[in-house]
């Protein structure tokens, strides 16, 4: 049964136009990263006093990164990401399933934004709900590249991997949830017209006589 539903997965996963979209989603988020420097790029230097610091009262690179509370252990840490992540998946599954009542037509980018807000209300004390490897890497990467040097890696008892791989396997774990309890039991086209001719068949005979009569 694992094999198989990998195999499923997988094939979803190579069908779509990935390559592009990972790429896109990266230099993206660098972007962003880019713009939210340059706009606040004053602000950020009086609040640190022109030390950019990682952690401590006046640390900044938590505005691009996301970097676990103290209190947080690396195993904990890992747990976090991959139940957000798969939260996420499981959840965006479900909102695009035309078998399962999806959300309305129009209405998906509301949907979304409702869920990510309601994984990081929920979720996101621990570590910040990265659930999405290029929205963390990429920034980390600027940050390093801006002022903050090699401690953006180094923090967090080495935490910057946690938000990479973690939701990668979050992903896969909330997908095959959905496909697994959800999807594989949806019923077939010929289910659906069996149980369509069912139907037909068990229509009251005073209905079908009413029916006529309006006709």
């Known amino acids: 049964m694992i094999p198989v539903l990998g195999a499923l997965l997988i094939t979803d996963f190579l069908s779509s136009k990935t390559d592009p979209s990972v790429t896109a989603d990266f230099f993206g988020s660098f972007l962003a990263a880019g713009t939210i420097f340059s706009l ?12 950019f610091t990682v952690a401590g009262p006046r640390g900044t690179a938590g505005i691009f990164a ?6 947080i252990s690396l195993h904990v840490g890992f747990y976090d990401q991959v139940l957000g992540t798969a939260m996420l998946l499981l959840c965006l599954m479900a909102l695009s399933d035309q078998q399962n009542q999806p ?7 509301v949907a979304v934004g409702l869920l990510v807000l309601l994984i990081g209300i929920s979720l996101g004390s621990n570590s910040g709900y990265a659930i999405n490897p290029t ?26 991997w946690v938000p990479v791989v973690a939701p ?22 010929s289910n659906k017209k069996t149980e369509k001719k069912e139907n037909i068949e068990h229509v009251p005979m005073e209905q079908l006589k009413k029916d006529e009569m309006c006709v």
Request: glycine content about 14%; aromatic content about 16%; hydrophobic content about 40%.
């Open 168 to 189: 990668l396997l979050g992903g896969v774990v909330g997908a095959l949830i959905y496909k697994v309890l959800v999807e594989l039991h949806h019923p077939t086209p």
């Open 135 to 160: 929205r963390d890497l990429a920034p980390r990467i600027f940050s390093a590249l801006t002022g903050w040097g090699m401690e953006v890696f180094r923090a967090g008892n080495g935490w910057w």
């Open 66 to 71: 996301t970097y676990p509370a103290p209190y």
């Open 103 to 109: 959300a309305p037509a129009g209405s998906e980018p």
């Open 40 to 51: 606040y790029y004053d602000a950020i230097l009086h609040y640190s006093g022109g030390n």
